[in-house]
């Protein structure tokens, strides 16, 4: 207790490359939390544009797609797919029925695959694979990927940061209007948080099980009769559901996600 990293690796033995990683490793989460936390307050620069750059050029560095070209290799829309742009995406308000309904789910899908593409930097840095993005007026305003263990903090659930930093993007606790979208159930904590800001819309790709805020035994996401928590948020779910639970299993193999969603 109370040692350095260096008198810890020495007395066990360890490499310096281990404890050169390690540091690396520290100083590399202070700048991305650096990043979500003081750049996203950057008002000259839309917040999701610097978020992006940032994830494009960390994805680079890891050999992985980045969202962009994900969507951009979508078979549906490319010019939906174009980085930061997702207004083009944004349902009509009016319109027949049908037109309106396929373009809605079009947005559903393009939001999942941003939020996907999230979630596999939360599975490159050994976290459980989660992605979260906040929707505001048609743009994204703030993201957020799984960070318990790089973190080291058990508060480090996407939606939890993605929220954090739509508060800290609009300067307001109240969320009222915009969307939450995430690859995973919101579990109860990130549920309250969800309840809390208000937020009006929550698109989910996969269940949670046990710990999810509609398909436990605790629905508090869902829970219409919680004084002073006012209507619950519409539900979109099981958008791109077989990616979301594929990455589960790419990082548990052999564990596999149940579909059952409590109604
Ligand atoms: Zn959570």
Redesign the pocket.
């Given at each position: 207790m109370g040692r350095t990293i260096e008198e810890f690796a020495s007395a066990h033995q360890l490499p310096l490359r281990w404890v050169e990683l390690r540091n690396t490793c520290r100083q590399l989460a202070g700048r991305v939390d650096f990043w979500y936390r003081a750049d996203l307050r950057d008002a000259v620069r839309p917040p999701a544009v610097e978020a992006s750059d940032i994830l494009h050029s960390s994805l680079k560095r890891r050999g992985l797609p980045a969202p962009g070209g994900m969507l951009q290799a979508s078979p549906q829309k490319p010019d939906e797919a174009s980085r930061g742009n997702y207004e083009s995406a944004d349902p009509p308000q009016t319109g027949p029925g049908k037109a309106k309904k396929l373009s809605l789910t079009r947005a559903h899908d393009a939001y999942m695959r941003r939020a996907i593409g999230l979630a596999r930097v939360a599975l490159a840095n050994g976290d459980t694979p989660v992605g979260s993005l906040v929707i505001h007026k048609g743009k994204i305003i703030a993201e957020g990927f799984e960070a318990v263990h790089m973190q080291v903090d058990v508060s480090g659930?996407a939606?939890?940061i993605a929220i954090r930093n739509a508060c800290s993007a609009l300067q307001s606790f109240d969320l009222s209007g915009c969307t939450l979208c995430t690859t995973a159930e919101?579990?109860f904590?990130?549920s309250y948080a969800v309840r809390q800001t208000r937020i009006s819309k929550v698109i989910i790709g996969r269940p949670t099980p046990w710990v999810g805020g509609i398909s436990s035994l605790h629905p508090i996401l869902t829970e219409a009769q919680i004084p002073g928590w006012g209507q619950p948020p519409d539900i979109v779910s099981g958008v791109l559901e077989a990616e979301c639970c594929a990455l589960v299993s790419q990082a548990n193999p052999g564990f596999t996600v149940g579909t059952a969603w409590r109604k």
């Open positions: 659930h939606e939890l919101p579990c904590m990130c």
